[in-house]
């Protein structure tokens, strides 16, 4: 999952001074209710306020970011698995949801299978069929309408392509090669089979995404089906037109509690409110003027953060971790750009990561100095040597040092050394106005290393789809990614390997790809998860040693609420919180 | 019996950023009912400044006035100069009345021309301005007064806007408009000026039936003595804010004592001479009246200061001499009078 | 008068036509693949192809144009033949899967809410403070008029917007999770009234001063025409002066910058509907600018504000007439 945070709104200085007085005066003489300290209870409206204009998706085959997933599978859909919602590392455990079990597969790895509880009913008061989820699953092939959505099944299950690599089955409208579709996927009673064209030893974690949820046939009104989906979940939408600034929930007669392990049902009504002001929303939260509100934006605006966290009453009412995303920057190691070791080595050194941490909202908020490709919350994670543990590098930058690494790279690649320290590299940047200020510290931090540097702003809509198309990309792209299931399968092979879905290094021709290339497949069929593990932290450890990526930061993310809403514990497999934990305090 | 209009010592001055303007000083005339009286000069003379005066038309604020304007209507007596604004309004347009230059512009373009002549009746007459009964009868006095004015087919145009109308016929409903309210007073400012010259006959014809219907004193205002002549009794000659002569008509005309007076006559054609004489002009500019120049204000452009011996005109100012009964000049030369129709 | 209308009308009709091929032309010269926003992460040409045939950006310009303006008189079919959108179709906007027609005619409500309410306040403080301030010029309420003026102009919409909005939910003056949700006057109006009031006040303020100086320079200007002496000579009060024969002459500039302004507000008030949350058209087509580059909402909303615009200047002449009597008659 990547993404770019754009702050829509850059402020002038006088207006935020004008704001910070503003609140302080008025926060100071707000008293604050004392939190009581009650079980969960049913009933109440539990609000959600963002300030996005609207959810990306609400198709279950097109949602794709983890936020999204969480709080759509906590209300209104039900996949086959779920993670196990607690806090903690527990909650990277899978149980099951619509599925009886965690799913069974086959000795080569290539065939997996699920069966559905019985019982389960749509909101129309219908049965879940199997094949209403075969149906599901199909829907992700119409790429022309199910746009945006992840590609797990396309890739994974075992339907021939063409030599471009597009499926020869184009999904349930227009049902071309429905007959290789029917084969891959089976249903038999309640128990549906997947066929996978590859041992795939996780293929259970996609499981819990909604991609691998049910559609009724009769209820799928294709594109119009992303503003009103069918609930099998506690709650179902009574409410929303894109664009309309609420999205109103309301309970789902045909969900019962007990054919549910996973959710619980507490208030009587779930809302979001879109577009609300960014400085109107803190406010809700410093002020606790909406008791019951919850911020979905997971960030407050900088200048609010200290105010909010400082605070030990309105503290009570936060959280602040390390979220699932590790942001950094993509060096392009093909021919004729970044293809020497030692000048990859002189940027990673001289790079002033403290001073761009503290640019976006510093180490309290925004994220700390990291060592790794995969995020430190995810089981695979093991801290890397070398790199930051390096005594030579410093977190403001180390040029000195950089100079030296940079002498060596003279000798061994002439031709790259003369080209970064005279005409100079470039890097790509979403077009924003956090990124001009970036550059400023990124040009200084270079030039006090001898490096010389120069920026490709690209417009924030078009920045992933330009610097992933190979001929545009410059020699350094700023890049980021979150694990999509707990296993490392979903970041090395995401981000390291040709056609992974990400891959911003261009390293295939590398003369250590190739080496490395085998090792990630071994380590993708592998299922003894034990083994695996040990195999993504050699592999993650040779990334850093290659230095193909710039320092990396692990990003932390905040939530904020008010103080009648109870029970708010952080989901790490979901990077969000237990949404269906929620309660109102009476 | 005390005059309608007694005017003394009145001066009129505008304070500006650049400087005082000195627009009248120490101006001192009078006025019968039945007499006509004939203010002439160039432009920037005041002329229009001093019978704006007369109907208490400046900006207090921004005007600083000084002398006496003395009005006698029989009952109500008034001095303008230093009665509150609420007096004058009651009797502007009642008992004194106004007609300007331009009767295009002079008349409101969006409001038919009865609406217009209702409204200054209505003012001094109607009491209640939306009463049915007031405004019935305020349109019934319009029509009357067009009829009077001599526009043709009254009762229709009436309802007319001022655009529809021609040059000459917007000056008499002007005419129209000012005499609604039968006024004791009327100042007619270049009332002629902007008409083609076969309609300036007709309005001045019309002017003079006019004060006879009437029986008012009319303030003539002009710089062009042709106009003068047919329809005044008296006429005072203004140069840069002062009366430099006054007296009768036949006194400017036939024995004029004050070289401006003579330019003035000289830079118009006669027509009683029967001979055609060649026209001159007065050399150079009016003074500023900012910066007037020392002794007489007209020295700078007047032949006979050198012919002056006793005075020098560019120091000293000349004070008014009564050159006979009822003629008068503000001038230091010898000779009484000067001749006529030739300048040099 | 109706001929001229027609007329005009027709003349409009044709500005339409140009602003509608221009706009398309400008959005098909920039460098951004609306094909490829969408189209996440394992974004492949193929995957581009696809989505520009569900765009209908797969045909050349003037096919897509061609399309536009059959869609315009008989309806069309969209993204793949799936959705039917009826004539007038302004055509199908994928992000938020509606017609755009239908989209914009359920956001119009809160543009038009929002830019009458607005407009008679700043109608209303604008010319009542010009013509104090002209009927007293120089002096204290001319004084505290101009500054008013300064102050209202050298405001920006946002700020103000932003101080109004933080200080009044402080103030628990307005509900922030609630305010911005659509609530027809005739069936809540103090929520309505609510709802818009501080939006009314942001934007009325600003255009208030503008009207006070347009007003009291109008006013005064007015006041030194040879008519206002002639009333003046006829005994009329400096009230009704101001009243009957200034202010009648002095509307015209006024009453034009006002017919401009209204049907500019009408084509939605971008920065003040974002602050309030408001979702009118000005927020529905900056959504389309900044976060989901939506082509049909963008060309919809800028021929509604164009529309708009050219409806108001035709009433403006209109009403011209009816206030100048010389251009009723000609």
């Known amino acids: 999952m990547q993404k770019i945070k754009i702050k829509s709104k850059e402020l002038p200085k006088l207006y935020l001074l004008l704001i910070g007085l503003v609140t302080i005066g008025i926060s100071s003489t707000t008293l604050l209710s004392p939190a009581k300290a009650d079980g969960p209870t049913n009933g109440g409206t539990l609000v ?23 709080f759509l599978n906590s209300y209104i859909f039900r996949s086959l698995l779920s993670y196990s919602p607690v806090p903690g590392s527990a909650g990277f455990n899978l149980v099951p949801d619509l599925a009886t079990d965690t799913g069974k597969v086959s000795a080569d790895g290539k065939t997996w299978s699920f069966t559905l509880k019985s019982g389960i009913k749509w909101q129309d008061g219908s049965q879940l069929t199997c094949a209403d989820e075969k149906y599901g699953v199909s829907r992700a092939f119409a790429t022309d309408i199910i746009t945006d959505g992840p590609s797990y099944a396309i890739q994974d299950l075992d339907i021939p392509q063409d030599a471009k690599g597009n499926s020869l089955y184009l999904g349930p409208y227009k049902k071309t090669g429905q007959d290789l579709f029917d084969k891959a996927v089976t249903c038999n009673g309640n128990t549906i089979t997947f066929h996978l064209n590859k041992a795939v030893g996780d293929f259970n974690y996609f499981g819990t995404y909604p991609a691998m949820s049910p559609v009724k046939q009769s209820a799928d009104t294709g594109a119009k089906y992303d503003s009103a989906p069918w609930a099998l979940g506690p709650y179902q939408v009574s409410n929303y037109k894109t664009g309309n600034s609420v999205l109103d929930l309301v309970r789902n007669p045909n969900w019962s509690q007990s054919s549910d392990s996973v959710r619980h049902a507490y208030p009587d009504k779930v809302e979001m409110r879109f577009g609300i002001n960014e400085n109107t929303r803190d406010q809700i939260f410093i002020s606790d003027s909406s008791q019951n509100a919850v911020n979905y934006d997971q960030l407050l605006l900088p200048q609010n953060l200290n105010n909010f966290y400082n605070n030990p009453k309105t503290a009570a009412r936060g959280n602040n971790q390390n979220s699932p995303y590790v942001r950094y920057y993509a060096f392009n190691i093909s021919a004729g750009h970044l293809d020497c070791l030692e000048v990859r080595k002189a940027i990673f050194f001289a790079w002033d990561v403290q001073s761009l941490i503290d640019l976006a909202g510093g180490s309290k908020f925004y994220g700390t100095v990291g060592d790794n490709s995969i995020d430190p919350l995810a089981p695979d994670y093991a801290p890397t040597t070398g790199n930051v543990h390096d ?32 005409q100079g590299f470039t890097i790509d940047l979403p077009d924003n106005a956090t990124s001009k200020k970036a550059t400023a510290l990124i040009q200084s931090a270079m030039q006090a290393a001898g490096l010389v540097v120069h920026f490709n702003p690209i417009q924030p809509g078009v920045y992933y789809p330009t610097v992933q198309d190979t001929t545009k990309q410059s020699d350094m792209s700023r890049s980021g990614w979150a694990a999509d299931w707990a296993n490392a399968s979903t970041v090395i092979p995401d981000l390291f390997i040709k056609n992974g879905g990400f891959d911003l290094e261009q390293n295939w021709n590398d003369p250590a790809y190739k080496d490395f290339a085998k090792k990630v497949l071994a380590a993708q069929g592998e299922t003894n998860r034990a083994k695996q593990t040990a195999q993504w932290r050699a592999l993650s450890q040779f990334v850093m040693d290659q230095y193909w990526i710039s320092v990396p930061i692990f990003n932390l993310d905040q939530y904020q609420w008010g103080s009648k809403v109870g029970g708010a514990q952080y989901w790490l497999p979901q990077g969000a919180l237990i949404f269906t934990d929620l309660y109102l305090k009476k | 019996m005390s005059r309608l209009l007694e005017v003394k010592d009145l001066s009129v001055s505008f304070p500006t950023d650049a400087g005082v303007v000195r627009a ?145 016929m917007r000056q008499r409903v002007m005419i129209a408009l000012a005499l609604i309210n039968g006024p004791d007073l009327l100042i007619a400012d270049e009332p002629t000026t902007a008409l083609d010259v076969t309609v300036q006959a007709q309005i001045l014809g019309l002017l003079k039936d006019m004060q006879k219907e009437f029986n008012m004193g009319v303030i003539l205002i002009t710089h062009d003595l042709g106009v003068v002549a047919e329809v005044s009794d008296r006429i005072n000659v203004m140069y840069a804010g002062k009366l430099v002569e006054e007296g009768t008509v036949d006194d400017i005309f036939y024995r004029t004592s004050h070289p401006y007076t003579q330019g003035l006559l000289n830079s118009i054609p006669r027509v009683d001479s029967g001979v055609a004489e060649k026209l001159v002009a007065i050399p150079g500019q009016p003074p500023s009246l900012i910066a007037l120049p020392k002794g007489c204000a007209f020295s700078p452009r007047c032949e006979y ?35 006529a129709g030739k300048g040099r | 008068m109706l001929k001229y209308i027609g007329k005009r009308a027709m003349a409009n009709g044709l500005i339409l036509v140009a602003i509608s091929m221009i706009t398309y032309l400008i959005f098909w010269a920039l460098p951004v693949n609306p094909a490829s926003i969408s189209c996440g992460t394992h974004c492949t040409p193929q995957k581009i192809a696809a989505n520009e045939h569900l765009l209908g950006l797969d045909v050349p310009i003037w096919v897509q144009y061609g399309r536009f303006v059959k869609g315009l008189v008989v309806g ?52 009542s403070m010009g013509i104090v301030a002209a009927r007293y010029r120089g002096r204290w309420p001319d004084k505290a008029a101009n500054a008013f003026v300064l102050t209202g102009t050298s405001l920006p919409t946002f700020l103000l917007g932003l101080l109004l909005l933080i200080g009044a939910t402080l103030a628990h003056w307005i509900d922030p999770i609630t305010q911005g949700l659509w609530v027809a006057p005739w069936s809540d109006p103090i929520g309505f009234f609510k709802n818009f009031i501080f939006a009314w006040i942001t934007l009325a303020i600003t255009s208030a001063a503008i ?20 009333a003046r000579a006829k005994g009329v009060s400096e009230w009704r002066i101001l009243l009957k024969h200034n202010l009648r002459t002095s509307l015209a500039p006024i009453i034009s910058q006002a017919g401009l302004d209204f049907g500019g507000l009408l084509g939605g008030a971008v920065i003040t509907e974002k602050v309030f949350n408001l979702q009118g058209l000005g927020n529905v087509a900056i959504t389309a600018v900044l976060q989901t580059y939506d082509l ?21 002449d209109v009403a011209y007439s009816f206030l100048d009597p010389r251009v009723r008659i000609s």
């Not at chain 2, 009564?322 to 001038?331: M, T």
Request: overall charge neutral; proline content about 5%.
């Open chain 1, 48 to 70: 959600y306020v963002t300030n996005a204009s609207q959810l990306n998706h609400l198709d279950p085959q097109r949602v794709y970011t983890g936020q999204d997933i969480a």
């Open chain 1, 391 to 422: 005594a030579n590098f410093k977190k403001s930058g180390n040029p000195a040092y950089a100079k030296q690494i940079l002498a060596q790279a003279k000798d061994k690649c002439p031709d790259t050394y003369q080209r970064v320290t005279t």
């Open chain 2, 24 to 168: 009248t000083q120490n101006l001192s005339f009078h006025l019968d009912r039945g007499e006509t009286l004939a203010i002439v000069g160039e432009s920037g003379s005041g002329k229009s400044v001093s019978s704006m005066a007369i109907m208490g038309l400046h900006n207090p604020g921004r005007t600083e006035i000084s002398g006496e304007i003395n009005l006698n209507f029989g009952e109500n007596n008034l001095e303008v100069v230093s009665a509150p604004e609420e007096k004058i309004r009651a009797i502007r347009g009642k008992n004194v009345a106004m007609i300007f230059q331009d009767p295009m512009s002079s008349l409101h373009p969006y409001y038919s021309i009865g609406n217009q002549l209702t409204e200054s009746w209505l003012i001094h007459n109607g009491g209640n301005l939306d009463s049915k009964t007031a405004k019935a009868k305020a349109w019934e006095r319009a029509v009357e007064m067009l009829d009077l004015v001599g526009i043709p087919d009254a009762g229709r145009r009436v309802k007319e806007f001022p655009h529809q109308f021609s040059g000459g």
């Open chain 2, 305 to 339: 200061v050198r012919q002056v011996s006793s005075h020098d005109c560019k120091v000293e100012i000349p004070d008014s001499i009564e050159v006979a009964s009822g003629h008068s000049r503000k001038c230091f030369l010898k000779e009484t009078y000067l001749p």
């Open chain 3, 76 to 127: 069309a079919n969209y993204a793949d033949g799936q959705v039917h959108c009826s004539a007038p179709s302004l055509g199908y906007s994928v992000p938020t899967n509606t017609c755009v027609t239908t989209l914009l005619a359920q956001k119009f409500p809160v543009t038009l809410s929002l830019a009458i309410g607005a407009f008679i306040l700043w109608m209303l403080i604008g010319m």
């Open chain 3, 211 to 230: 009207y006070t100086r347009l007003t009291r320079g109008s006013v005064i200007e007015t006041s030194s025409e040879d008519f206002i002496r002639t």
């Open chain 3, 296 to 316: 049909p909402i963008l060309v919809g909303t800028t021929l509604i504000a164009a529309a708009f615009y050219l409806v108001f200047n035709l009433i403006v």
